[in-house]
């Protein structure tokens, strides 16, 4: 049994989303769902919900932003991800990101890995990545805070 769910974003999320809020020492590192939940062509809103109360969020990019970090066709960009601070320390971000593979494989078939930036400042979220399979390529980019690893998840399709 799944403790928590992934789903894409629907209106009926979005006041529990605007609420979220974080320390200053993790909102540096993140965007709140506030500041992304109008998107663009190609970009997914994905809320984890816990008994279906928004608990974290992420984006996921299919845009040409995803070649800035990859150069797989197949691939998609995770940015923005937080849980709302209420909620940490309860494993629901370590639990949203095991659910990870099975969201790709049921929404985005065509996607068989995931990349995203950690700034390498920012080592709880380096933990999480590294714990739930993402591996380090190796290849670095310089963000608005600094150095930022480049990190992928493989989707075993």
Do not use: W
């Not at 380096?126 to 290849?139: E, M, N, P």
Request: charged share 25%; net charge neutral.
């Amino acid at each position: 049994m799944r403790t928590v769910e992934l789903h894409l974003f629907n209106d009926e999320f979005e006041d529990e989303l605007k609420s979220f809020t974080l320390p200053d020492d993790q909102e540096r590192f993140t965007a709140l769902p506030e500041k992304v939940l109008t998107v663009t062509e190609g970009q997914y809103r994905v809320v984890i919900l816990k008994h279906g109360t928004p608990v974290g969020f992420f984006l996921l990019h299919r845009t040409e932003r995803v070649q800035v970090y990859s150069n797989n066709p197949k691939s998609m960009l995770l940015t923005s991800f937080s849980i709302n601070h209420k909620h940490q320390g309860k494993g629901y971000a370590k639990m949203g990101m095991l659910e990870l593979e099975r969201f790709i494989l049921s929404n985005f078939p065509n996607c068989d890995e995931i990349v995203l930036a950690v700034n390498h400042k920012n080592l709880p979220a380096q933990q999480l990545y590294k714990h739930v399979g993402f591996i380090d390529t190796g290849r670095r980019k310089i963000g608005d805070i600094g150095e930022q690893f480049i990190m992928e998840l493989r989707i075993k399709v």
